[in-house]
């Protein structure tokens, strides 16, 4: 009996040890399940219905609310819908972000799904081969759910590599009370305008709130006169040294810009106000208008604004003899998704970053954020503010075309070449011919 134990001890053993060893082959084993995992999923355009889970990283700028509150509900949301298919934010401060994001695409340790700036801010990524073209993944529908344009400012080659979500636009903001106090009829050509800029000086009204100190507020003005004067084609054709900036047309915008400030269009120290505190005059109610981005009308409808509910949004001025279109503006699509070309999951990221950018339009539409660049059929009209509304209405709908603002358009220190010949033009210090000829010289000459 006692060597019949011993023989079942060992028995029971040796079933144990195979048993044992038929879970680990399973597919149970945690390393083992994750490395299949990430090889499937990266071949799969939905691993939602499947046993397979990834997680997807997203990096954005948005530290404080409303949109803070709102990214966290849009990924809560789709965390929930695709247990399988997970997305993890990481937020930086703008700032803080644009020099982080450089440096981790330089090196190969950007997130799956990227936050970034149309124009010359990412152009350098896809040059580098570091962003997914998203042509192949546009033909389901998507084209059809985005406004004309959308995709305008973050086309590069012929390809398309990013979803934007937001977009800019050029706005003249008018007071209409001041405008009603002195019986000003709100200009339509820039004749016009630089006779109301007279009307008001010589009645002690400040006629145009700016704060150049900052340089990009102020270069707002030159873009769009050259759009006025030579039309976004043109703009485009010298942005991409296909054409020279040293054509009539920009010299003609620089002279239009000196002669607002011979007519007294910006109050004594306008060049060394900030633009918050551009915005802050404004919103005192005592000056009349203020050019700039929509982004600014969100400043003037908040509580406390002395000009909340008094402000109109409207087309700048057209110049008599100028080539562009009336309803060309400077804006278009300014912040983006990209999807990073050495992602593990393209397909998971694309339809992530496709479900963030409809959702982020919508978002920053009702917030005053940014214009939306998605159709938003589905947001309720009483939910945006009516001065977004009218910009929507009276200066995109319908325009013929949109370029970026420069800053935004040029590379790094070409951008910042731009804004300091515009500022020397601002102060006198240089004359249009000379403004011409040093774009040319320290942009494209060397291109």
Not at 321 to 332: A, N, R
Not at 408 to 419: M, P, S, V
């Amino acid at each position: 009996m006692g060597r019949f134990k011993k023989l079942l001890v060992i028995g029971v053993a040796l079933l144990l040890v195979l048993s044992m060893g038929a879970c680990s082959s399973s597919g149970t084993n945690p390393s083992s399940s994750s490395s299949s995992n990430n090889s499937s999923a990266s071949n799969s355009s939905d691993s939602s219905g499947s046993g397979e889970k990834i997680t997807l990283t997203y990096w954005n700028i948005y530290t404080s609310d409303p949109l803070k509150t709102k990214v966290k509900e849009m990924l809560d949301k789709w965390n929930q819908d695709n247990p399988n298919i997970q997305i993890e934010q990481s937020i930086t401060e703008n700032d803080a972000y644009k020099t982080k994001i450089k440096a981790a695409i330089a090196a190969n340790e950007a997130p799956d799904i990227i936050q970034s700036w149309c124009g010359g801010f990412s152009k350098p990524f896809v040059d580098a081969g570091k962003i997914l073209a998203l042509d192949d993944y546009l033909s389901d529908g998507t084209k059809d759910q985005v406004l004309p344009g959308a995709f305008d400012n973050i086309t590069y080659n012929g390809k398309i590599y990013g979803l934007t979500y937001s977009g800019q636009a050029s706005v003249l903001f008018v007071n209409r009370d001041i405008f009603s106090k002195y019986n000003v009829q709100v200009p339509t050509t820039f004749n016009d305008l630089i006779n109301v800029i007279k009307t008001f000086k010589s009645n002690g009204v400040t006629p145009f709130a700016l704060g150049n100190k900052d340089e990009w507020p102020g270069m707002w003005y030159y873009d769009l006169l050259a759009v006025r004067e030579g039309g976004v084609q043109l703009c485009r054709d010298a942005l991409n040294s296909k054409a020279s900036f040293e054509d009539p047309a920009f010299i003609r915008a620089a002279q239009k810009l000196q002669e607002m400030v011979d007519a007294g269009a910006f109050a004594p120290g306008f060049m060394g106000l900030s633009r918050d505190e551009a915005t802050a005059q404004f919103c005192q109610g005592n000056v009349a208008m203020y050019f700039g981005g929509n982004f600014d009308g969100a400043a003037f409808e908040k509580e406390g604004s002395g000009v909340k509910g008094k402000v109109d949004a409207y087309r700048f001025p057209v110049i008599e003899d100028g080539k562009g279109d009336p309803t060309e503006y400077i804006g278009g699509g300014a912040n983006a998704l990209l999807v990073n070309a050495n992602t593990k999951h393209k397909d998971e990221a694309v339809k992530a970053a496709k479900y963030l950018a409809k959702q982020l339009s919508n978002a920053q539409y009702i917030t005053a954020g940014g214009l939306p660049s998605w159709k938003y059929d589905d947001v309720d009209p009483s939910q945006v503010d009516p001065l977004e509304v009218q910009i929507m209405k009276n200066i995109v709908e319908g325009a013929k075309d949109s370029v970026a603002a420069w800053d935004l358009y040029l590379e790094g220190n070409d951008a910042q070449t731009h804004k300091d010949l515009v500022a020397q033009l601002f102060a006198k210090q240089i004359t249009p011919e000379e403004y011409a000829k040093q774009m040319q010289e320290k942009i494209n000459a060397s291109k």
